[in-house]
């Protein structure tokens, strides 16, 4: 559907989901302001920054995947379209991977109209801010890095490309926090026992899709690209970085070529998170800068974190469940939905059928061994089939009338954690909490004599009833 | 000159406004990779009003190391 990051804010444009600040502004508070504000009206539009103080001629693309409206175009669908739907749409264009690359001509490619080897300084060419106030400096938050394992050089699928965030450390060096269970960490290490430097490249202002897949969690040997080609319908254009054998996103506004310098680590952080705080200051590796390109009047896109919910949390909301669903789905066909949207899974939500007693909590200890849950999802709550996970009025009705706290709820000690959640200590370790609250199967002791009221059949009122209300307000 | 954040002697000029307005400068730490513009809020620039929580006060090479580094392979 989108061919890069200018159809698609054409798109939000024509749906009334994008906005420009024009007046002059300075990049520090002003932009983390209008971020803030951007995800908290509803159905937020993206912005776009374009008169920044000392940034003449530069323009910066915020919030734009800070609401359904926004996830829900970028999907083809309805601005409208209800979360759940937006769930099942996605795991249906999911189904259709692997789709097709498209290889440009390097010399062809956008995203190597302007291209810059010489006295290189990121800040001549890129709007570069600080996001959060306590951040160490100004942060990529919103970029596809691209990197290949170096002892299978040759296999396209195993090229990874994640996002990682990015600190600016100097005028041609930059500094990656990569954690042990990333993809890219495996990279490095491979890189690292040989004393080799690591070839990277760092895409800016891609289509919304492969942005989207980029903080998708999928198996090791799955490309993001021909997942990226798969759900948004059309060939995944790409093209030979400059510098090495990577292949790039042939559209991006901005592509950052350099190489991670062997056996060096060094200071990286704070920087504002997605649980909402900051995390503390590592040892991290660092990019040596070798060559920026760029597309002709580049527009730099960026992500603002801030307390849930901001970008981020509709960025990650989808692209975490559906890869769990799948995974449980493999083996627990009963599986119905999952929901993971809450700091990418720390939350998440099951419905599933309870074939016998206590098949629910084994589900939770699926979720609990897939590669993402192992470490992330921490509190996991198990729902009826028929209770819709995304609609947390029906979740809060499950937990209030089919929990008993003494033989429904878990914690198991212990257990791997996510070191950037605040409550994982030390960083690394965490416990799993698990609820229980579908209606107990034989054998366990069931509820008392329950009867449930039906919902009648309302699906073709649901209509009437909104174009009525539509027409009330109207006049 | 003396970083805002770690207040090492380890810092230095950056970049200018790159479309020569003078409208601003940037400074970067050395040491502890701190950098920052002369134009933002004073409770991120000046030290004595920074949150005492947000400084560097110790030796950067006593800071964890998430990704070990791996032992050299023979070739
Ligand atoms: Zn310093």
Redesign the pocket.
């Known amino acids: 559907m989108f061919r890069d990051l200018r159809e698609f804010l054409a798109k939000l444009e024509e749906n009334g989901q994008l906005v420009r600040i024009k007046d002059s502004i300075y990049p520090e508070p002003t932009i983390r302001e209008i971020c803030r504000a951007a995800v908290d009206v509803p159905n937020g539009p993206a912005v776009i920054m374009n008169n920044i103080k000392g940034m003449k001629g530069m323009q910066i693309a915020m919030n734009v995947h800070g609401s359904w409206a926004n996830i829900a175009l970028m999907m083809g669908l309805d601005k409208d379209t209800p979360v759940k739907d937006q769930f099942f749409n996605f795991l249906e264009a999911w189904d259709r991977y692997p789709g097709e690359i498209k290889n440009i001509d390097s010399d062809k490619a956008p995203c190597h109209e302007v291209i810059v080897k010489d006295n290189i300084n990121l800040f001549e060419h890129i709007p570069l801010f600080r996001i959060n106030k306590w951040d160490a400096a100004c942060f990529f938050s919103k970029s596809c890095i691209v990197s290949k394992d170096p002892y299978d050089k040759d296999n396209f699928d195993t090229q990874n490309v994640g996002t990682y965030r990015l600190q600016i450390i100097g005028k041609d060096q930059i500094c990656i926090q990569a954690l042990a269970f990333h993809d890219i960490a495996r990279h490095v290490t491979h890189a690292e026992e040989q004393n080799e430097p690591l070839p990277v490249a760092i895409a800016l202002g891609n289509d919304p899709v492969l942005t989207f897949m980029a903080s998708t969690p999928i198996n090791y040997d799955q490309s993001e690209y021909k997942y990226a080609a798969a759900i948004n319908g059309i060939p995944m254009e790409i093209t030979k970085a400059l510098n090495s054998d990577l292949d790039v996103p042939a559209n991006a506004e901005f592509v950052i070529e350099g190489e991670i310098l062997p056996r060096v680590r060094v200071p990286e952080g704070p920087f504002g998170e997605f649980p909402g705080s900051y995390s503390g200051m590592r040892l991290q590796s660092v990019i040596q800068v070798k060559s920026i390109s760029y597309r002709k009047n580049p527009i730099f896109e960026n992500l603002f974190m801030g307390r849930p919910w901001t970008e981020i949390d509709y960025l990650m909301g989808l692209n975490t469940s559906a890869p769990l669903y799948n995974q449980l789905k493999e083996s627990m066909p009963e599986v119905h939905a999952v929901n993971a949207m809450y700091q990418h899974g720390l939350t998440t939500i099951i419905s599933t059928k309870n074939r016998f007693g206590g098949y629910a909590k084994s589900v939770a200890f699926r979720l609990s061994s897939t590669p993402h849950g192992i470490s992330y999802c921490k509190n996991i709550i198990l729902v009826d089939e028929d209770v819709d996970p995304f609609n947390l009025e029906q979740v809060m009705w499950s937990l209030s009338c089919r929990v008993r706290a003494e033989k429904d709820v878990l914690v198991i000690q212990n257990t791997p954690g996510m070191p950037l959640d605040p409550t994982s200590y030390p960083a690394g370790m965490g416990n799993k909490f698990i609820i229980d609250a579908t209606e107990p199967t034989d054998p366990d002791g069931l509820l008392r004599d329950t009867r449930l009221i039906e919902s009648p059949d309302s699906k073709d009122f649901e209509k009437v009833i909104a174009d009525l209300q539509k027409a009330a307000q109207k006049a | 000159m003396k970083?805002v954040?770690?207040l090492?002697d380890?810092?230095r000029l950056l970049t200018k406004a790159p479309d020569g307005s003078g409208a601003w400068e940037m400074y970067a730490?050395s040491?502890?990779n701190?950098t920052w513009r002369n134009t933002e809020e004073d409770e991120v620039i000046k030290p004595e009003l920074r949150d005492k929580k947000f400084q560097?006060t110790q030796e950067p090479e006593d800071l964890q190391i998430l990704v070990p580094i791996a032992p050299l392979k023979k070739k």
């Open positions: 970083c954040r770690c090492h380890t810092a730490c040491r502890c701190f560097f």
